[in-house]
């Protein structure tokens, strides 16, 4: 993902979750986005397209309920 911070500064999330920040002189050639779900396999899911809904316990909060599942918001309406 690329993201402009800056007059001439840029910050680059790689698909590994890595993160940089690099000058407009720094980048060469075209950037063109990899696109979640199609040229990388999503951070968010996985690649299965889908995300757990889940919610704590009511009673004892550090205890995790999985309710479901939902469309993943990153690369399932693509």
Known sequence: MLARVGESLYSIRWPDGQEALL??????????????????????????????????DPRRPWIVLVEGTAPCPNCAAR
């Open 23 to 56: 000058s407009a002189a720094q980048l060469a050639g075209p950037v063109e986005p990899a696109r979640p779900g199609i040229d990388e396999r999503c951070l968010c899911c996985g690649g299965s397209k889908e995300i757990e809904l889940s919610s704590p």
